[in-house]
Structure formats: C-alpha cells, structure tokens
C-alpha cells in the first residue's frame, strides 16, 4: 500500500516552510493590523481615556489568551506528532478533546465576568474614572471571547491538518471584517466604545464560519470522535503547550507591572502612550509567530518521523526568516516613532504622545531577540520538551523582566525603567541558545 504524500513530511524544505510561514505570517498580520486599527480608531475618535481604559484590560484578556494558546499548540503539537505516527485515532481524540476545553473555559469565564467585573477592574489597577468605559468594553467581550478563542484553538487544527490557506482565509475576512466595522461603528457613526467590541465580535462570527467549513473536507485526517476521550490525554496536551501559557500570561504580568509603575509615575497619559508601543509590539510578535507557526507543524511531524537532517534544515530556514523581520521591525521603530505616534493620537505634542515616542526609543532592541526566543521556545514544544521551553518562556516573559523593571525603580537608576524590557530579551537569548546548543536536533532521544 503506498503511503498518501505528506508535505510536511515529503516536500522540499524550503519551499514547503514557505507554504506553512507565508499563510499563517499573512493571516496573523491580519490579525494585528486589526487590532491596531481598532486602538487607532479608538485613539483618535474616542479619545486617550478610551484608549488606555482598553489597554488596562490587556493583563486580563492576557490570561484568557494564553489558556486558548496552550489548548491550540499544545493540542495541534501533539496532534502532529500522533498524525506523523500514522495515530489518526489518538490524533482525532486530542482534536476533540481541545476543543471541547476551550468551549467549556469562555463559557465560564464569561458567566465569570458578569459578576465579578468589578472587582477584576480593582486588581487591574484602574482608576475608578475608567470603570465605565471599561465595563463596557468588557461586558461584549466576554461573549466575544467564546467565539473569538474557539476558532484560534479550530484554527491551530485545521493548519496541523495540512491546510493553512483555509486558515489564512479566515483570518484575512475576519480581519478586514473588523476594520471596515471599526471605520463605520466609530468612524462614521461616531458610536461609543462598546462597538468597538461589537465590531470584533461580529467579525470573529464570520471568521469562525469559514474555519467551521472545514468539516465540510472530505479529505481531512482530523475528524470529530467519541472515542478515546481520556482527561489524561488532554493533559498531555496542555502540558505540552505550557510554555505557550507562560509566554502569553507573562506578557499579560509584564504589561500590569508596567501600567502600575507608569500610573504612580506618568498618570494615564503614560498608560496611553504605552499603549501605543504595546501596538507596535504586538504587530512584531504576531508576525514572529506566522513565523514560528510553521516550526510547530513541520518540527513535530518530522520528530514524530525522526527525520533528523529535516529538523535541523527547518531550523536554520526559520532562523534566518526570524532575522530579516527583526531587522524591518527595529528600522520602523528607529526611524518612524513620531509618524506611529500620529496613527493613534492626533495631537503629536500632548503628553501622551510624548511618552508613545520616548517609549519608542526605549524598547527597539526588544525586536533584535524576542523573535528567536520564541523561535527557540517554540522548538523545544514541538519536540514535546516543554521544561525546557518554559523555561525560556518564564526567563524572557516573567522573571527577568518584571524583576528587572522593579530592579530599576528601586534603585532610580539614571535610564527609564522600560530599558528592563530590552534588556531582559537580550539576557534570555544567551540562556536560550545555551539549551539549544546543548540539544542540537541530530542529538534528540525518540522515545
């Protein structure tokens, strides 16, 4: 019987981690361009107060993010190992499984919301002038997050399943959804923060409705299943995307330990003007990750194949992929702060827009290595080594920077305390390469 041709598995290097990188690289720019079209709407129509009451809700919408994360990657990690086993049975029960933990989490944390908002604006930190706008906010994007993360943990499968254009397409409708609803809800109709939200949660419905049209494939190896289902497989799952948990949650822990040291030393001026920097940020690290996207299909099912050389080739071909985007990402931010700056607040010489552009300045060097942190902590997941990725995850996401932050505070040392931000990046590259010199890929142990 011959073997049905797996890409992944059969194609040529490079072209074949083009085919995984540009899609997802395209779609998760998408994404990201969504996103900041909806803080520059939101900036420049609704105002600085509308804009950091938002961002003071990221630590939060953080937590949420980095559950769905660890349920996606994790799952389709380790789905892909099973399918490169020839396991479709295994690799259907972890489908389902994931799944149905996602669906079940947004659930309960959106009955979760309705209750409790008040008292989660309070940890966050908010000024009580900001409750308001924030409620608001928040209370669409409960039920928002019950679609929106659903399709992220569908999406994850369906690239693992070996169509990644499927995907692509969904996030470039859901994205381009989201703009023109930001253009007409605030833009046009001049409407209040809450449609903002509105306008997301109508544009993850459609996106989901096109992920959903992929169990319409006849030729799909991933299906729904009743059987197998075993809480310990969905365990293996998330603790093998622990180290995405962590890298999402830490982001959440580093952007509230920020927020509550600009509030006590710039007001909601510097929180706005962060938010501003935050944009820019996430735009690098959602194209890092179409990036790495590719790193966990092809690396997993060439682990689970044992193909050697293969994870080597793709490592190196990710690695110099990583290199060019930080090196476009650290000019923009060189060269371009004001003109960034201006996208969000259109009043370049308030105080708020002085932050964005000092805090521009600070944290460019941040792109020269977050990309191959990630890129070295999303190998060691697809391998299913995940102490050693969280480790890394805990380095560059949590201990190091938060530590070094509060570091500079206390010690009122002569640079402003975001410095911490690129310094704590450099620091994890050099433990990060460390463990991965250690276990280059013709070395791995298959068990």
Same mark, same amino acid.
């Not at 892909?80 to 295994?90: A, F, I, Q, R």
């Given at each position: 019987?011959?073997?049905?041709?797996?890409?992944a598995?059969?194609?040529?290097?490079l072209?074949?981690?083009?085919?995984?990188?540009?899609?997802?690289?395209?779609?998760?720019l998408a994404?990201?361009?969504?996103? $900041? +079209?909806? *803080?520059?709407?939101? =900036?420049?129509?609704l105002?600085?107060n /509308?804009? #950091?009451?938002?961002? %003071?809700?990221?630590?939060?919408?953080t937590?949420?993010?980095a559950?769905?994360?660890?349920?996606?990657?994790?799952?389709? $990690? +380790?789905a *892909?190992?099973?399918? =490169?086993?020839?396991?479709?049975?295994? /690799?259907? #029960?972890?489908?389902t %499984?994931?799944?149905?933990a996602?669906?079940?989490?947004?659930?309960?944390?959106?009955i979760?919301?309705?209750f409790?908002?008040?008292?989660?604006?309070v940890?966050? =930190?908010a000024p009580?002038?900001?409750h308001?706008?924030m409620?608001?906010? %928040?209370?669409?994007m409960?039920f928002?997050?019950?679609?929106?993360?659903?399709?992220?943990?569908?999406?994850?499968?369906?690239?693992?399943?070996?169509?990644?254009?499927?995907?692509t397409i969904?996030?470039?409708?859901?994205?381009?959804t989201?703009?023109?609803?930001?253009?007409?809800?605030?833009?046009?109709?001049?409407?209040?923060?809450?449609?903002?939200?509105w306008?997301?949660?109508l544009?993850?419905?459609?996106?989901?409705?096109?992920l959903l049209?992929?169990?319409?494939?006849?030729d799909?190896?991933?299906?729904?299943?009743?059987?197998?289902?075993?809480?310990?497989?969905?365990?293996?799952?998330?603790?093998?995307?622990?180290?995405?948990?962590?890298n999402?949650?830490?982001?959440?822990?580093?952007?509230?330990?920020?927020?509550?040291?600009?509030?006590?030393?710039s007001?909601?001026?510097?929180?706005?003007?962060?938010?501003?920097t935050n944009?820019?940020?996430?735009?690098?690290?959602?194209?890092f990750?179409?990036?790495?996207d590719?790193?966990?299909?092809?690396?997993?099912?060439?682990?689970?194949?044992?193909?050697?050389?293969?994870?080597?080739?793709?490592?190196?071909?990710?690695?110099?992929?990583?290199?060019?985007?930080?090196?476009?990402?650290?000019?923009?931010?060189?060269?371009?702060?004001?003109?960034?700056?201006?996208?969000f607040?259109?009043?370049?010489?308030?105080s708020?827009?002085?932050h964005?552009?000092?805090?521009?300045?600070?944290?460019?060097?941040?792109?020269?290595?977050?990309?191959?942190?990630?890129?070295?902590?999303?190998?060691?997941?697809?391998i299913?080594?995940p102490r050693?990725s969280?480790?890394?995850?805990?380095?560059?996401?949590?201990?190091?920077?938060?530590?070094l932050l509060?570091i500079?505070?206390?010690?009122?040392?002569?640079?402003?305390?975001?410095?911490?931000?690129?310094?704590?990046?450099?620091?994890?590259?050099?433990?990060a390469?460390?463990?991965?010199?250690?276990?280059?890929?013709k070395?791995?142990?298959?068990?």
């Open positions: 019987m011959t073997t049905p041709y797996n890409r598995l059969d194609g040529a290097v072209p074949t981690f083009f085919y995984y990188a540009i899609p997802s690289l395209f779609g998760l994404i990201s361009t969504a996103g $900041v +079209v909806d *803080g520059i709407f939101v =900036g420049r129509y105002g600085a /509308a804009l #950091a009451a938002i961002n %003071l809700l990221i630590p939060y919408f937590f949420m993010f559950i769905a994360l660890m349920v996606a990657i994790g799952g389709s $990690v +380790v *892909g190992k099973h399918l =490169g086993e020839k396991d479709n049975v295994s /690799a259907n #029960a972890i489908f %499984l994931s799944l149905l996602i669906l079940a989490f947004t659930l309960v944390m959106a979760f919301n309705m409790f908002h008040s008292k989660i604006f940890l966050l =930190g009580p002038a900001l308001n706008e409620y608001r906010y %928040l209370s669409v409960s928002c997050f019950v679609i929106q993360l659903s399709g992220m943990v569908l999406y994850y499968f369906i690239r693992t399943d070996g169509k990644p254009m499927l995907g969904a996030l470039l409708v859901g994205a381009a989201n703009i023109a609803l930001d253009a007409f809800f605030l833009g046009y109709l001049r409407w209040e923060i809450e449609w903002a939200a306008a997301t949660t544009a993850q419905t459609g996106q989901c409705l096109i049209s992929f169990f319409c494939h006849k799909r190896q991933l299906h729904l299943t009743h059987t197998a289902l075993k809480i310990s497989t969905l365990m293996q799952a998330l603790y093998n995307g622990v180290s995405e948990f962590i999402e949650i830490a982001v959440g822990v580093v952007i509230f330990t920020v927020h509550w040291l600009l509030l006590r030393h007001g909601t001026n510097g929180v706005a003007g962060f938010a501003v944009y820019l940020l996430f735009v690098g690290t959602m194209i990750y179409g990036v790495i590719a790193v966990h299909v092809l690396i997993s099912q060439n682990f689970g194949a044992k193909q050697h050389l293969r994870v080597q080739q793709v490592m190196v071909t990710s690695s110099m992929t990583v290199l060019s985007v930080s090196l476009g990402m650290v000019t923009l931010a060189w060269f371009l702060p004001s003109y960034i700056t201006a996208l607040l259109d009043d370049i010489n308030d708020a827009s002085q964005a552009m000092l805090f521009i300045n600070l944290i460019w060097p941040c792109f020269i290595f977050s990309g191959l942190n990630l890129l070295l902590s999303a190998y060691f997941t697809a299913q080594q050693q969280a480790y890394i995850a805990l380095c560059r996401g949590l201990f190091l920077p938060v530590g509060l500079f505070v206390m010690l009122n040392t002569p640079w402003h305390f975001l410095v911490a931000l690129p310094v704590a990046e450099a620091m994890t590259f050099v433990f390469l460390t463990l991965y010199n250690k276990q280059l890929p070395q791995l142990q298959f068990v």
